[in-house]
Nanobody, 125 residues
Framework: QVQLVESGGGFVQAGGSLRLSCAASGRTLTAFSRYAMAWFRQAPGKEREFVAAINWSAGGTNFADSLKGRVTISRDNAKNTVYLQMNSLKPEDTAVYYC???????????????WGQGTQVTVSS
């Protein structure tokens, strides 16, 4: 079993930055590096949407077109942690941000086997 815990969300003014973290635990202590990791977000009344993903070696990343240039994703396999750096935040970025782990990089929620509980990001105008 894999447990994912997100942190780093909060309130920020438009134009500001946040860095989200996702710490993995459980049997991943020896297998975290084998998982592709991703971030999704879900705003009230909307479907969960892809934000960014990174493969096991951190050599490959993928980003939602709407967020390219404003977000970066990285991982530290020694710390079992993946990060999402978000810059130039806009009010429309307000959502609950979820971390996910899966076998391969994908923009589809169905490709990920494990999910965190989410962290709220609120961007004020």
């Amino acid at each position: 079993q894999v447990q994912l815990v997100e942190s780093g969300g909060g309130f920020v003014q438009a134009g500001g930055s946040l860095r989200l973290s996702c710490a993995a635990s459980g049997r991943t202590l020896t297998a975290f590096s084998r998982y592709a990791m991703a971030w999704f977000r879900q705003a009230p009344g909307k479907e969960r949407e892809f934000v960014a993903a990174i493969n096991w070696s951190a050599g490959g990343t993928n980003f939602a077109d709407s967020l390219k240039g404003r977000v970066t994703i990285s991982r530290d396999n020694a710390k079992n942690t993946v990060y999402l750096q978000m810059n130039s935040l806009k009010p429309e970025d307000t959502a609950v941000y979820y971390c996910a782990a899966g076998i391969s990089v994908s923009a589809l929620t169905t490709h990920y086997d494990y999910w965190g509980q989410g962290t709220q990001v609120t961007v004020s105008s």
